[in-house]
């Protein structure tokens, strides 16, 4: 129902669309499958945008922002606060975007270590890099420079470190099994 209901929404029936996310909430929220219910949010927000909705379309947003903070979702958390900054943006309230925007990079950070295949790393990591920028640009705008390069530097050390983890830097098997060990501590914590 949810992809149905997208494929409505991007075929211009958003009536139809909206049946098929309503039904496929519902039945997310009864079977208790928390994806289903967040993607069908989710895509509800995107069906408002097609139709440039904006009023509903924010609706949208800060039911996702919510459902996602409340199941801990973090992938769904930080696009949750981006699209919703997004919308600020649009009406204007930068403090409140700036806000949302620094809060999706909180949980970007809490994550990070947490990450296991090198797919999910790149896609995580790729959907990182939008929300740095997205603050950085925001704070400049706003004429707040240091803002702007402190959030610049922490996104060039969070991608140092990150291209630091992915490789052996080690010297000798001591070292490398230090370093091992402290991945693992680190994943553990």
Same mark, same amino acid.
């Given at each position: 129902?949810?992809?149905?209901?997208?494929?409505?929404?991007?075929?211009?029936?958003?009536?139809?669309?909206? !049946?098929?996310?309503?039904?496929?909430? $519902?039945?997310? #929220?009864? +079977? /208790?499958?928390?994806?289903?219910? %967040?993607?069908? =949010?989710?895509?509800?927000?995107?069906?408002?945008?097609?139709?440039?909705?904006?009023?509903?379309?924010?609706?949208?947003?800060?039911?996702?922002?919510?459902?996602?903070?409340?199941?801990?979702?973090?992938?769904?958390?930080?696009?949750?606060?981006?699209?919703?900054? !997004?919308?600020?943006?649009?009406?204007? $309230?930068?403090? #409140?975007? +700036? /806000?949302?925007?620094?809060?999706? %990079?909180?949980? =970007?950070?809490?994550?990070?270590?947490?990450?296991?295949?090198?797919?999910?790393?790149?896609?995580?990591?790729?959907?990182?890099?939008?929300?740095?920028?997205?603050?950085?640009?925001?704070?400049?705008?706003?004429?707040?420079?240091?803002?702007?390069?402190?959030?610049?530097?922490?996104?060039?050390?969070?991608?140092?470190?990150?291209?630091? +983890? /992915?490789?052996?830097?080690?010297?000798?098997?001591?070292?490398?099994?230090?370093?091992?060990?402290?991945?693992?501590?680190?994943?553990?914590?």
């Amino acid at each position: 129902y949810n992809f149905l209901g997208l494929a409505d929404g991007i075929r211009g029936n958003g009536d139809g669309a909206r !049946r098929h996310l309503a039904v496929s909430l $519902d039945l997310a #929220r009864k +079977a /208790g499958y928390r994806i289903g219910e %967040i993607d069908s =949010i989710f895509f509800l927000n995107q069906v408002w945008l097609l139709e440039k909705n904006i009023t509903e379309g924010r609706k949208a947003a800060e039911l996702l922002n919510k459902t996602a903070d409340t199941y801990r979702f973090p992938f769904y958390q930080v696009w949750a606060k981006f699209i919703l900054s !997004r919308y600020f943006v649009g009406f204007g $309230d930068n403090v #409140r975007a +700036a /806000g949302l925007l620094r809060e999706a %990079i909180a949980v =970007i950070e809490k994550q990070r270590a947490n990450l296991g295949s090198d797919v999910l790393k790149e896609t995580y990591l790729f959907n990182r890099q939008v929300v740095y920028e997205s603050l950085i640009e925001l704070l400049a705008r706003e004429g707040d420079y240091a803002g702007a390069l402190e959030t610049a530097e922490r996104a060039k050390s969070r991608i140092l470190v990150d291209l630091l +983890a /992915g490789k052996d830097v080690s010297r000798n098997p001591a070292e490398a099994a230090l370093l091992k060990e402290e991945r693992k501590i680190s994943g553990d914590i």
